[in-house]
């Protein structure tokens, strides 16, 4: 292996990295950021609140109406906070991506998760996805891969046939502008959480808080299992509904450590409280996932899709709460 030393010191760090709770590209810019010791938790700024398209919903099924919420562009917060940019570079130049690995350390791979082999949607589904790109053996040829949102404990040595049909795009951190202080990252962030919580508040809004009641009609006028389910049979996780939620309570935490982030920073117990308020709705989230999973599971339960539904509403009614709290701190 070319730079034995750099790259199992590469491969030592990114294994001590806590666990974050970010959907796969924001996590694995995190990874990133901190490898290059800088703050990461402005990745999750614009990325709580609710959004809901009924008719996709009438046209599809309820899973597929939920999408994610970002208010900003990645590449926005990067610039902003970070004065850093993604570069990318031809998918299909290997001599290059080996370069790049050999001057950065970790590349950004956008992918398909049908062709990640440590995943279990390999050769069965088709979602996009985000890995990063850590090490390469120039004996055997093989990558590196870690994959921090699917982290499994460990770095996987992969062919490069195998990876090579999934690959979208290598992406590298680039600066554009010099460190940013830490200071000035504090003081945007307070500004664009209150632009969030202005956001989430309003009824009118595509990402606000009241969409959640939506959802919560759709489940109990609407729902049907085979609807939901079509195609994915016994693969529960990939099943729309259950995979959105997934990104909903991942949101919820993400936001929650940002919140924490901002409240420490300031010394301000009130806005920690919220963090941990808000993270005790990402689990309810995550225990609505479960209950539903039991649905499909067993081939529907109309008491436990009721309490799924009710249950939503009652977590709407607090992450509302919470961010009322927060706009009149």
């Given at each position: 292996?070319?730079?034995?030393?750099?790259?199992?010191?590469?491969?030592?760090?990114?294994?001590?990295?806590?666990?974050?709770?970010?959907?796969?590209f924001?996590?694995?810019l995190?990874?990133?950021?901190?490898?290059?010791?800088?703050?990461?938790?402005?990745?999750?700024?614009?990325?709580?609140?609710?959004?809901?398209?009924?008719?996709?919903?009438?046209?599809?099924?309820?899973?597929?109406?939920?999408?994610?919420?970002?208010?900003?562009?990645?590449?926005?917060?990067?610039?902003?906070?970070?004065?850093?940019?993604?570069?990318?570079?031809d998918p299909?130049?290997?001599?290059?991506?080996?370069?790049?690995?050999?001057?950065?350390?970790?590349?950004?791979?956008?992918?398909?998760?049908?062709?990640?082999p440590?995943?279990?949607?390999?050769?069965?589904?088709?979602?996009?996805?985000?890995?990063?790109?850590?090490?390469?053996?120039?004996?055997?040829?093989?990558f590196?891969?870690?994959?921090?949102?699917?982290?499994n404990?460990?770095?996987?040595?992969?062919?490069?046939?195998?990876?090579?049909?999934?690959?979208?795009?290598y992406?590298?951190?680039?600066?554009?502008?010099?460190?940013?202080?830490?200071?000035n990252?504090?003081?945007?962030?307070?500004?664009?959480?209150?632009s969030?919580?202005?956001?989430?508040?309003?009824?009118?809004?595509?990402?606000?808080?009241?969409?959640?009641?939506?959802?919560?009609?759709?489940?109990?006028?609407?729902?049907?299992?085979?609807?939901?389910?079509?195609?994915?049979?016994?693969?529960?996780?990939?099943i729309?509904?259950?995979?959105?939620?997934?990104?909903?309570?991942?949101?919820?935490?993400?936001?929650?450590?940002?919140?924490?982030?901002?409240?420490?920073?300031?010394?301000?117990?009130?806005?920690?409280?919220?963090?941990?308020?808000?993270?005790?709705?990402?689990?309810?989230?995550?225990?609505?996932?479960?209950?539903?999973?039991?649905?499909?599971?067993?081939?529907?339960?109309?008491?436990?899709?009721?309490?799924?539904?009710?249950?939503?509403?009652?977590?709407?009614?607090?992450?509302?709460s919470?961010?009322?709290?927060?706009?009149?701190?």
């Amino acid at each position: 292996m070319d730079n034995i030393k750099n790259t199992n010191e590469v491969f030592e760090f990114l294994l001590k990295i806590p666990r974050l709770n970010y959907n796969c590209f924001q996590m694995a810019l995190a990874y990133i950021l901190q490898f290059y010791h800088r703050e990461y938790q402005a990745v999750s700024l614009g990325n709580w609140g609710f959004k809901y398209n009924q008719r996709i919903e009438y046209t599809d099924c309820i899973g597929n109406a939920i999408d994610e919420v970002f208010r900003y562009k990645i590449k926005d917060i990067l610039m902003r906070y970070y004065g850093s940019e993604l570069i990318g570079y031809d998918p299909s130049d290997e001599t290059a991506v080996i370069y790049m690995l050999k001057e950065a350390g970790l590349i950004l791979v956008r992918s398909d998760l049908y062709w990640c082999p440590w995943s279990l949607a390999y050769l069965k589904h088709h979602f996009s996805h985000y890995y990063l790109l850590v090490g390469y053996d120039k004996k055997s040829e093989d990558f590196y891969c870690y994959d921090p949102y699917l982290n499994n404990g460990k770095i996987n040595q992969v062919p490069f046939e195998k990876i090579k049909p999934g690959i979208i795009s290598y992406e590298m951190l680039c600066s554009t502008k010099g460190k940013t202080k830490n200071e000035n990252i504090k003081e945007n962030i307070k500004k664009d959480i209150y632009s969030d919580i202005t956001s989430i508040l309003d009824k009118q809004d595509l990402n606000s808080l009241y969409n959640i009641y939506q959802l919560v009609d759709s489940i109990n006028y609407r729902f049907e299992l085979e609807k939901e389910n079509a195609g994915f049979q016994k693969d529960f996780l990939a099943i729309p509904i259950l995979s959105k939620m997934k990104f909903i309570y991942i949101s919820r935490y993400g936001y929650s450590d940002l919140l924490e982030y901002y409240g420490n920073s300031f010394n301000n117990k009130k806005i920690i409280e919220a963090a941990n308020n808000l993270t005790e709705c990402g689990r309810q989230w995550r225990v609505c996932q479960s209950l539903l999973m039991k649905v499909f599971i067993h081939s529907h339960d109309k008491g436990k899709v009721k309490v799924v539904s009710n249950s939503i509403a009652k977590i709407a009614d607090n992450e509302i709460s919470i961010a009322e709290d927060l706009f009149n701190l």
